[in-house]
Nanobody, 114 residues
Framework: QVQLVESGGGLVQPGGSLRLSCAAS????????MRWYRQAPGKERELVAT????????TYADSVKGRFTISRDNALNTEYLQMNSLKPEDTAVYYC???????WGQGTQVTVSS
């Protein structure tokens, strides 16, 4: 069955960095656009970044542009989100999403606080 497993979240100080990973299985990863979403307490889930199936096309929410980088390794069936210059407002649960199969991961908590 389809599985998406996020990892790499944690507590980081403002200005710090984290790298999230999403390991995929149960579908043809190299055919799927992949996305990262996040949901902060009391807020709606929002799209953070998208990457095409080949990795040649990426888009970002304005709030993270220039700080976050989405990437993927189709040989490893894994997508990544490199997050730099983190701000307290980046605190949220981060989810990966596979567009081909419409599936979500379980989420990983990112907390930015001093």
């Amino acid at each position: 069955q389809v599985q998406l497993v996020e990892s790499g979240g944690g507590l980081v100080q403002p200005g710090g960095s984290l790298r999230l990973s999403c390991a995929a299985s149960g579908f043809t990863f190299s055919r799927s656009y992949m996305r990262w979403y996040r949901q902060a307490p009391g807020k709606e889930r929002e799209l953070v970044a998208t990457i095409s199936n080949t990795g040649s096309y990426t888009t970002y929410a304005d709030s993270v542009k220039g700080r976050f980088t989405i990437s993927r390794d189709n040989a490893l069936n894994t997508e990544y989100l490199q997050m730099n210059s983190l701000k307290p407002e980046d605190t949220a649960v981060y989810y990966c999403y596979a567009a081909l199969v419409g599936s979500w991961g379980q989420g990983t908590q990112v907390t930015v606080s001093s």
